[in-house]
């Protein structure tokens, strides 16, 4: 089976601009989550989806949003960039015993 | 109190050795317990997961979880140069509810086996 996959895998951007990253899960999954990990303040939670629902949700501000589409892909958007959202993004797709959580490369996003 | 707590590293260990890294939780009602290796630059790789007490073994690495201690632990026996990694505890919450897709990660323990 391919593993998870995310576009774009590196994204420079300027403060105010937004952003989407993209995810595609382990084929039969229909969960994913989305985190994001920064030196400070490690993997956090951003949230989950399950059947095109958002089940689960972090403590993010608004800004950052996202969706699932029939075929499980999923995307994140954070609008509106700050310095501080720079960080690798990381998808995760859920299956299997125990619901275990399979991590994709991440997007390394650099907000100037 | 952090939800996931992991020993302080960075671990240092000589190569052959026993590696122990070690990770309590706050949530008594937490269901499963992740261990994930995360080299510089990579994202996490899942080593292995344990859901019951005592001790689960897959090749070098062994699981050990006591839920009265809310304590799970990773031993890496015959440690090697290629080891060397950050390891991420992570805990599941309870079933459903406000848990879904929702892993709680410690902060990591950088191991570093040296030749």
């Known amino acids: 089976k391919a593993g998870v996959t995310q576009t774009p895998r590196y994204l420079i951007k300027t403060r105010g601009q937004q952003v989407t990253l993209s995810c595609s899960p382990i084929?039969?999954?229909?969960?994913v989550s989305w985190y994001q990990q920064t030196p400070g303040q490690g993997l956090q939670f951003l949230f989950e989806y399950f059947s095109e629902t958002q089940r689960n949700k972090g403590n993010f501000p608004g800004r950052f949003s996202g969706r699932q589409f029939s075929n499980s892909r999923s995307e994140m958007n954070v609008s509106t960039l700050e310095l501080g959202d720079s960080a690798l993004y990381l998808c995760?797709?859920?299956?299997?015993?125990?619901?275990?959580?399979?991590f994709g490369p991440g997007t390394r996003l650099l907000v100037l | 109190q952090k939800e996931v707590e992991q020993n302080s590293g960075p671990l240092s260990v000589p190569e052959g050795a026993i590696a122990s890294l070690n990770c309590t939780y706050s949530?008594?009602?937490?269901?499963?317990f992740f261990w994930y290796r995360q080299y510089s630059g990579k994202s996490p790789e899942l080593i292995m997961f344990i859901y019951s007490n005592g001790d689960k073994e897959d090749g070098r690495f062994t699981a050990q979880l006591n839920k009265a201690s809310q304590y799970v632990s990773l031993l890496i026996r015959d440690s090697q140069p290629s080891d060397s990694a950050t390891y991420l505890c992570a805990v599941n919450g309870n079933a459903g509810g406000t848990s879904y897709g929702k892993l709680t990660f410690g902060q990591g323990t950088i191991l570093t086996v040296h030749p």
């Open positions: 995760a797709s859920t299956g299997g015993e125990l619901e275990t959580q399979y």
């Open positions: 949530d008594r009602g937490s269901q499963s």
């Open positions: 084929s039969g999954h229909r969960s």
